[in-house]
């Protein structure tokens, strides 16, 4: 390998798969109504932790953001071995996640001289950040050096774009994303709100009445998009992504699929789902579902 990857856990690819990929996950910290705190995807798995949010209705859980120590425990070992470290992380406009992977690229450079650490803050979150990630390994693989890597990896955060909807406004009104008349107002109407993410922050897509409209209303805005932008999905990365149903997931995610094949794009993966990690759920509940696509560099 050229380079070594770490990613902070809100990358949402799980603990499994960030080993298939050889990568060292950090983990945010999560904890619900109380002050024990769990590591993501370390102390408990992402389903059991929506399970404890959904068991208990109207208690908002917190997070806290990786540790110095935490990122020096992950470089330590590699830089140890002399391998280029490129560390990815969580929009900085979300958290200070970045900055202390900073901090500890510059505490371990002086520890051990010779190490190289390069830090990116992706401006990504969740399931775009994800396959930011997957695309860094590819480089990887494919030889590519660090400072390679890191040139071709700048143009797609650009291209990144997430579609998605949830079924409790409280949590998002409890997360300042909008305000408590419009969560009650919500809340009566039965409508859900239709959430996007673009140019490193999170816009408003417009609403649904109901969850099933909602789910409509979502493939229907990212298959608008495809065809807007004239998109061809043999140089993009595509995921559909949830929280606690799985079942439900699986019947949505087929019909972004079948949608696909009717507009034309030959066999697109989007079957492969990724779990979205508490780091992300916290503000949206445990019923988080949708779409997301940012393009590949190679």
Do not use: W
Not at 43 to 53: A, K, N, R
Not at 159 to 166: D, E, L
Not at 225 to 243: M, S
Request: proline share 5%; aromatic share 8%.
């Amino acid at each position: 390998m050229k380079f070594r990857i770490v990613s902070d856990s809100s990358c949402d690819l799980g603990r499994e798969r960030m080993e298939r990929l050889g990568v060292t996950m950090v983990s945010f910290y999560a904890a619900v109504g109380d002050e024990v705190y769990y590591r993501e995807e370390r102390d408990i798995p992402t389903h059991d932790f929506y399970q404890m949010m959904a068991d208990r209705p109207g208690v908002f859980p917190k997070t806290s953001m990786p540790t110095l120590e935490d990122y020096l425990e992950a470089f330590r070992p590699l830089a140890a071995q002399g391998d280029p470290i490129l560390c990815i992380c969580l929009n900085a406009q979300f958290s200070g996640s970045c900055q202390t992977a900073l901090n500890a690229a510059a505490e371990l450079e002086e520890e051990v001289p010779g190490a190289q650490i390069r830090v990116v803050d992706s401006q990504l979150a969740t399931v775009l950040q994800g396959l930011f990630v997957e695309e860094a390994a590819a480089l990887r693989d494919a030889g590519l050096t660090l400072e390679e890597a890191v040139e071709a990896l700048k143009p797609l955060p650009a291209t990144g774009r997430i579609f998605f909807t949830t079924n409790d406004l409280e949590y998002l009104r409890h997360g300042g994303r909008i305000g408590r008349a419009a969560a009650a107002t919500g809340t009566l109407l039965k409508v859900k709100p239709l959430i996007g993410y673009k140019d490193a922050g999170l816009i408003s897509d417009g609403i649904a009445q109901g969850r099933k409209k909602s789910l409509v209303k979502v493939r229907e805005l990212f298959f608008r998009h495809l065809e807007r932008e004239r998109i061809d999905l043999e140089g993009y990365r595509v995921a559909t992504g949830f929280g606690l149903d799985r079942e439900e997931h699986r019947a949505f995610a087929q019909t972004v699929y079948d949608g696909l094949l009717d507009l034309g794009y030959d066999r697109p993966e989007v079957l492969h789902p990724y779990q979205i990690g508490v780091t992300i759920g916290v503000h949206t509940g445990p019923s988080p579902i949708g779409v997301g696509l940012i393009r590949r560099a190679i």
